[in-house]
T-cell receptor, first 112, second 114 residues
Framework: QKEVEQNSGPLSVPEGAIASLNCTYSDRGSQSFFWYRQYSGKSPELIMFIYSNGDKEDGRFTAQLNKASQYVSLLIRDSQPSDSATYLC????????????FGKGTMLLVSP | EAGVAQSPRYKIIEKRQSVAFWCNPISGHATLYWYQQILGQGPKLLIQFQNNGVVDDSQLPKDRFSAERLKGVDSTLKIQPAKLEDSAVYLCASMTGTGASEQYFGPGTRLTVT
């Protein structure tokens, strides 16, 4: 059974700090990894995706993937109060039609 | 480009009643998903369509849930009869097709079963 595990939080960081969100997955066949942000009462929106081991940077966001450890993380630099949301990790077996499996999400609270 | 449309946005029904949700994906998107998101959890896939064919419905409770996408465009999800544990947000998402990275989510329908 495919599982995606995340600490539910909340993770509290002060404004301007680095927020580190972590995710582990059970299926070694997973090939694609996604981070979604979900504001309260809203639908998920894609922040980043990563396919290869290592780091991928996009603005203030960095996704890190370690397939050997079955671990993916999201770093948010210079955290802003507007970053306060639930961050969902999702994994997919391949880039075809296989489905996304989501974790429960980590709530991030950025205090001014 | 218009986003994924869903209706209704909110629905309150009593247990054992039936309910239907509608989704219109982004134009040209061949892949359509229905997810169930219970409060405090991540979205759980119920069914995935590729055009008008079902790709994955392994987690759809088929004794009470049904879904169709007859013309490969819009889709309906039905629950009959509803149970208390069906209270959740039902999210529709669409994607262009094979190899695409991003699923675009609709605003969701919040269902409350009393």
């Amino acid at each position: 059974q495919k599982e995606v595990e995340q600490n539910s939080g909340p993770l509290s960081v002060p404004e301007g700090a680095i927020a580190s969100l972590n995710c582990t997955y059970s299926d070694r066949g997973s090939q694609s990894f996604f981070w979604y942000r979900q504001y309260s009462g809203k639908s998920p929106e894609l922040i980043m995706f990563i396919y290869s081991n290592g780091d991928k940077e996009d603005g203030r966001f960095t996704a890190q993937l370690n397939k050997a450890s079955q671990y993916v993380s999201l770093l948010i630099r210079d955290s802003q109060p507007s970053d306060s949301a639930t961050y969902l990790c999702a994994v997919r077996l391949n880039s075809g039609y296989s489905t996304l499996t989501f974790g429960k999400g980590t709530m991030l609270l950025v205090s001014p | 480009e218009a986003g994924v449309a869903q209706s209704p946005r909110y629905k309150i029904i009593e247990k054992r009643q039936s309910v239907a949700f509608w989704c219109n994906p982004i134009s040209g998107h061949a892949t359509l998903y229905w997810y169930q998101q219970i409060l405090g959890q991540g979205p759980k896939l119920l069914i995935q369509f590729q055009n008008n064919g079902v790709v994955d419905d392994s987690q759809l409770p088929k004794d009470r849930f049904s879904a169709e996408r007859l013309k490969g465009v819009d889709s309906t999800l039905k629950i009959q009869p509803a149970k208390l544990e069906d209270s959740a947000v039902y999210l529709c998402a669409s994607m262009t097709g094979t190899g695409a990275s991003e699923q675009y989510f609709g605003p969701g329908t919040r269902l409350t079963v009393t």
